[in-house]
């Protein structure tokens, strides 16, 4: 849950969860874990008290939140997200709560040109500068 590549300096092995003198190494060792433990208490509260009254509860713990998020892009690719009426992230917020998020979206634009010799410029078209008016005029 919630690592980041592995960069540099590690002196354990990242993927090891290595345990000396007390403290684990390792990717993903600690970022995320006790909004996830919260999260996983909440719900086992929920059932407990024979909540939702209707409809269904569900956890869905995602991969990839550091780059690019696939594990969301395949909920949403599978459906999964479709008729959720709420949904709970374990990210900080300073003990607010948090309403409403403005999300993400990540689109892939492909912009066509035509390569011409730079002496006769006006023979093709240029996709640099094409894409560079789109991006100006996206908000």
């Known amino acids: 849950m919630d690592t980041v590549g592995v960069g540099r ?9 290595t345990i000396e003198d007390g403290r684990m190494y390792g990717r993903g060792t600690t970022d995320m874990k006790a909004g996830l433990a919260c999260i996983l208490w909440a719900a086992a509260k929920c059932k ?3 909540l939702p009254g209707k409809g269904e509860l569900t956890i869905a713990a995602v991969v990839d939140e550091e780059a690019i998020d696939l594990g969301t892009f395949a909920l949403i690719k599978q459906g999964f997200t479709k008729n959720l009426d709420l949904a709970m992230v ?39 500068e094409k894409a560079a008016i789109l991006l100006n005029a996206l908000p």
């Open 9 to 17: 300096g590690w002196t354990h092995d990242p993927f090891g969860g």
């Open 48 to 50: 407990q008290e024979g």
């Open 90 to 128: 374990a990210e900080s917020t300073d003990l607010d709560i948090i309403t409403a998020h403005r999300g993400r979206t990540v689109i892939e634009i492909t912009v066509h040109g035509r390569a011409a010799h730079s002496h006769w410029p006006d023979h093709g078209v240029n996709a640099i």
